[in-house]
């Protein structure tokens, strides 16, 4: 089981605003580590989304935004569109277990 | 064009051994760190290993410490991770991502396939 919670599930109409929490502890998130999110489509391999807490790398939308306040971090997506369906991962440094850590992912459905 | 490819992935009987590659091309392969993440059937994301630029440092998720091995060869522009005493629970698609700062990848492979199953 992973130390980063993520809902299972969000789900939103097209051009909705969803947004995902990744809620960690005092030994990740809340120990001032970098949050990051990574999008899954389908059979695919995983794509950087969101680094540094809150960096777009080029290349990906501004529709998709992060935040990080203490021991959680957030995922929005505003204007949901049907190609965001997919799977969608945070991930941390965890200092008690000396290992970058994985959230237990959430997959958006776009109604 | 940036790149990364796996190969090596297989079935494998329990307690036995596999060597999964990853070839590196578009890019500066020794001046990045390098990860393996993998991902069990059905499952989410488990980090496994990084190395550093120069092969100096490598770090290990505890289930696999002990067991694998991940190295690079900068000359030959790969990455590689040696996996030992294979268990039922290491089956998953095993990815190469080129690591660009605190953990985060933002190349990946298509991933190679283990299966461990006797």
Same mark, same amino acid.
């Given at each position: 089981?992973?130390?980063?919670?993520?809902?299972? &599930? !969000?789900?939103?109409?097209?051009?909705?605003? !969803?947004?995902?929490?990744?809620?960690?502890?005092? +030994?990740?998130?809340?120990?001032?580590?970098?949050?990051?999110?990574?999008?899954?489509?389908?059979?695919?391999?995983?794509?950087?989304?969101?680094?540094? /807490?809150?960096?777009?790398?080029?290349?990906?939308?501004?529709? %998709?935004?992060?935040?990080?306040?203490?021991?959680?971090?957030?995922?929005?997506?505003?204007?949901?569109?049907?190609?965001?369906?997919?799977?969608?991962?945070?991930?941390?440094?965890?200092?008690?277990?000396?290992?970058?850590?994985?959230?237990?992912?959430?997959?958006?459905? !776009?109604? | 064009?940036?790149?990364?490819?796996?190969?090596?992935?297989?079935?494998?009987?329990?307690?036995?051994?596999? *060597?999964?590659?990853?070839?590196?091309?578009? %890019? +500066? %392969?020794?001046?990045?760190?390098? &990860?393996?993440?993998?991902?069990?059937? @059905?499952?989410?994301?488990?980090?496994?290993?990084?190395?550093?630029?120069? @092969?100096?440092?490598?770090?290990?998720?505890?289930?696999?410490?002990?067991?694998?091995?991940?190295?690079? #060869?900068?000359?030959? /522009?790969?990455?590689?991770?040696?996996?030992?005493?294979? *268990?039922?629970?290491?089956?998953?698609?095993?990815?190469?991502?080129?690591?660009?700062?605190?953990?985060?990848? #933002?190349?990946?492979?298509?991933?190679?396939? !283990?299966?461990?199953?006797?």
């Amino acid at each position: 089981q992973s130390v980063l919670t993520q809902p299972p &599930s !969000v789900s939103g109409a097209p051009g909705q605003r !969803v947004t995902i929490s990744c809620t960690g502890s005092s +030994s990740n998130i809340g120990a001032g580590f970098d949050v990051h999110w990574y999008q899954q489509l389908p059979g695919t391999a995983p794509k950087l989304l969101i680094y540094g /807490n809150s960096n777009r790398p080029s290349g990906v939308p501004d529709r %998709f935004s992060g935040s990080k306040s203490g021991t959680s971090a957030s995922l929005a997506i505003t204007g949901l569109q049907a190609e965001d369906e997919a799977d969608y991962y945070c991930q941390s440094y965890d200092r008690s277990l000396t290992a970058y850590v994985f959230g237990t992912g959430t997959k958006v459905t !776009v109604l | 064009e940036v790149q990364l490819v796996e190969s090596g992935g297989g079935l494998v009987q329990p307690g036995g051994s596999l *060597r999964l590659s990853c070839a590196a091309s578009g %890019f +500066s %392969f020794s001046s990045y760190w390098m &990860s393996w993440v993998r991902q069990a059937p @059905g499952k989410g994301l488990e980090w496994v290993a990084n190395t550093k630029q120069d @092969g100096s440092g490598k770090y290990y998720v505890d289930s696999v410490r002990g067991r694998f091995t991940i190295s690079r #060869d900068n000359a030959k /522009n790969s990455l590689y991770l040696q996996m030992n005493s294979l *268990r039922a629970e290491d089956s998953a698609v095993y990815y190469c991502a080129r690591d660009v700062g605190s953990g985060s990848t #933002d190349v990946w492979g298509k991933g190679t396939t !283990v299966t461990v199953s006797s």
